[in-house]
């Protein structure tokens, strides 16, 4: 990847490759906000994780600590930060709820505040307790496999559905449908 930015050790505008400078060959800053942005992945629900995965370890193979022991101090900066930075995105990204909040935030909607997630759905609430309860009363392996299988195919639909509204921007359908995922994310995460 090639770009025109401002160089920290040479001061001037210059062509940087792979994120290093043509000039001087230092490291430079990623410049990239988003997760999305920061793996130059397309702004969908759905992402390819395998792709994500490539572009993970080529980042972390350019920024990583390790490769910047004997550098300059602002290059371990640089690499210290950056290597957090593609960390905690690569996390985010792989996280199926925290995918909307980033995507609601994109696309300038306001995602549902962290403890505020009421259902206000009766039907819905009414599924996520009998799930729950069947959970705690599980009594042997078969039948955790049985509601783990169960969630991980419930999981797999409300993702299709929330991926077709961004697609169609219906953000309330997306918030509801958040509220869901979450749950079913804890009920799963309990699971295991
Ligand atoms: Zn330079």
Same mark, same amino acid.
């Given at each position: 990847?090639?770009?025109?930015?401002?160089?920290?050790?040479?001061?001037?505008?210059? #062509?940087?490759?792979?994120?290093?400078?043509?000039?001087?060959?230092?490291?430079?800053?990623?410049? #990239?906000?988003?997760?999305?942005?920061?793996?130059?992945?397309?702004?969908?629900?759905?992402?390819?994780?395998?792709?994500?995965?490539?572009?993970?370890?080529?980042?972390?193979? +350019?920024?990583?600590?390790?490769?910047?022991?004997?550098?300059?101090?602002?290059?371990? *900066?640089?690499?210290?930060?950056?290597?957090?930075?593609?960390?905690?995105?690569?996390?985010?990204?792989?996280?199926?709820?925290?995918? +909307?909040?980033?995507?609601?935030?994109?696309?300038?909607?306001?995602?549902?505040?962290?403890?505020?997630?009421?259902?206000?759905?009766?039907?819905?609430?009414?599924?996520?307790?009998?799930?729950?309860?069947?959970?705690?009363?599980? *009594?042997?392996?078969? *039948?955790?496999?049985?509601?783990?299988?169960?969630?991980?195919?419930?999981?797999? +639909?409300?993702?299709?559905? +929330?991926?077709?509204?961004?697609?169609?921007?219906?953000?309330?359908?997306?918030?509801?449908?958040?509220?869901?995922?979450?749950?079913?994310?804890?009920?799963?995460?309990?699971?295991?």
């Amino acid at each position: 990847m090639e770009v025109i930015i401002p160089c920290w050790n040479c001061q001037t505008d210059t #062509k940087v490759v792979d994120f290093r400078c043509s000039i001087c060959n230092k490291i430079q800053n990623i410049r #990239k906000t988003n997760p999305y942005d920061i793996f130059n992945l397309k702004q969908c629900y759905l992402i390819d994780n395998e792709e994500l995965e490539i572009k993970y370890f080529q980042l972390q193979n +350019i920024f990583h600590p390790d490769k910047f022991i004997n550098s300059a101090e602002k290059e371990k *900066e640089i690499s210290a930060y950056e290597s957090s930075n593609i960390n905690n995105a690569y996390n985010l990204l792989l996280n199926n709820v925290d995918r +909307i909040k980033i995507l609601l935030k994109l696309k300038g909607y306001k995602a549902n505040p962290n403890n505020e997630e009421s259902f206000t759905d009766k039907d819905l609430l009414e599924e996520i307790m009998e799930l729950q309860n069947r959970c705690m009363s599980i *009594e042997n392996e078969n *039948e955790k496999v049985k509601i783990k299988t169960e969630i991980i195919e419930k999981i797999r +639909i409300i993702e299709l559905e +929330i991926n077709s509204n961004f697609e169609k921007e219906k953000i309330p359908e997306i918030k509801n449908l958040s509220v869901k995922l979450s749950y079913l994310e804890k009920i799963k995460k309990n699971l295991n």
